[in-house]
């Protein structure tokens, strides 16, 4: 091998290695960030549980009149960066993520979660829960007709723990915090020939989530409706090159819930 060789060879790596460490730095804040949001909705939460303990404690019926098992389908937006390591490598091989001519990149997306809720202590209840998460579709012209498509779409399936105050037996405020795996499934349209059709590759990665939630909740006994906002950190998908993007970020939810079981 050529001293010439050996240098490319050495550029190479250095570069590689500092891709490396800056994904490391980038994850490490991000996580860092979804840290402090989830902080803060605890902090939210014991404050509201100092000034509604009074309220609290003067309510002679429980929540719902202490029904154990609940649904939750709620319907919103979600807030994600409009760059990440995973964005930038598609750019680099000719992908572009076109929104249409009234779209921002930074805009908001819609957003659909669904939870099923079991109360297992007065305040205390644990759920499981999944949520859209990022959704995003990129061109690339093909030269050859129809332009190539790359397309993904992320889906978690969280165990979330929340506690919440009754404040009244139709009203409660509540704080959770979830884990689980990330689901992200992509596809690839590639138009190989003028004549034929695009070929198709589909793949799922598995990755992982994190979850800071909060809101309230304004219910008869058996319906209701709920407000629900938080942060979502979830690094799927990632490609060959270990370059991830964040599908979580900012969530605001609106929507229905059930109630049924009875007390404890």
């Given at each position: 091998m050529t001293s010439g060789h050996r240098a490319c060879g050495s550029g190479h790596t250095r570069e590689e290695s500092g891709r490396r460490v800056a994904a490391v730095f980038i994850g490490t804040e991000i996580a860092l960030v979804s840290l402090v949001h989830s902080m803060r909705l605890?902090?939210?939460?014991?404050?509201?549980?100092?000034?509604?303990?009074?309220?609290?404690?003067?309510?002679?019926e429980p929540f719902v009149e202490g029904q154990t098992w609940g649904l939750e389908v709620g319907l919103g937006l979600g807030w994600v960066g409009d760059s990440s390591a995973y964005t930038r490598t598609l750019e680099t091989?000719?992908?572009e993520d076109k929104h249409g001519c009234c779209w921002d990149p930074g805009a908001p997306r819609f957003r659909f979660s669904g939870a099923v809720e079991r109360i297992v202590l007065p305040y205390f209840s644990v759920l499981l829960?999944?949520?859209?998460?990022?959704?995003?579709?990129?061109?690339?012209?093909?030269?050859l007709g129809e332009d190539d498509v790359f397309a993904w779409s992320s889906w978690t399936l969280d165990v979330q723990a929340r506690a919440f105050l009754p404040v009244r037996k139709w009203f409660r405020v509540y704080a959770q915090f979830g884990v689980g795996p990330t689901f992200t499934g992509s596809r690839l349209y590639v138009q190989t020939t003028a004549d034929a059709e695009q070929t198709k590759y589909r793949e799922v990665d598995v990755g992982y989530n994190v979850a800071g939630l909060g809101g309230l909740e304004l219910s008869s006994k058996h319906a209701g409706f709920f407000v629900q906002g938080g942060y979502f950190y979830s690094?799927?998908?990632?490609?060959?090159?270990?370059?991830?993007?964040?599908?979580?970020?900012?969530?605001?939810?609106?929507?229905?819930?059930?109630?049924f079981g009875r007390p404890l």
């Open positions: 605890i902090a939210l939460a014991l404050l509201l549980g100092g000034v509604l303990a009074p309220s609290v404690a003067a309510a002679k091989f000719g992908f829960q999944t949520n859209l998460l990022d959704r995003q579709k990129w061109y690339r012209d093909s030269g690094p799927s998908p990632k490609n060959r090159f270990g370059d991830a993007h964040q599908s979580g970020g900012g969530i605001l939810l609106f929507g229905l819930s059930g109630h």
